[in-house]
């Protein structure tokens, strides 16, 4: 796999993230007008709507400023360094688990989401902070680690 590509992956994955952060503030934004219109405790004795609703702004909110963050992270990260033979940030890595193939690309944000390569398919961002993560870091080909009882053979890093 080249550089290039790399960078593209990349560049797929902040577009994405992107895209979630702008729906996550259209949402913000219709939440916040909820709150305005709802009755408050005054009007109606029962109606919990628009504290339920200041409560979804505010969780909606940091989530947009962690999101913020990431795409930041991604941004300042340059898979330019150069990858030796363990896994490292950086690093893609192709592992077999019974038979089934599957692609990670270790970065130091957007765990958990995908994009998709011509070449390799479907790959899952994966960062250190998760067991399969910690499990990889400093790892080569033709090793095996098991995570919650499930083996993997690492069958290639690029």
Known sequence: ????????????LIEKMEEKEKEISVQIERNRQGVIESPGRMQSRYDSMKQELSY???SLCKRLGDLKKEIL???KFSSDEAISNKVELGAVVEVESNKDKKVFFMLPAGAGETVRDKELGEITILNFASPLGK???????DEE?????KKYLITKIT
Do not use: C, E, W, Y
């Open 1 to 12: 796999m080249s550089k290039n590509t790399k960078k593209q992956l990349l560049q797929k």
């Open 56 to 58: 979804l702004v505010d």
């Open 73 to 75: 992270n991604l941004k």
């Open 135 to 141: 499990s990889l870091f400093g790892k080569v080909v």
């Open 145 to 149: 680690i098991t995570v919650a009882a």
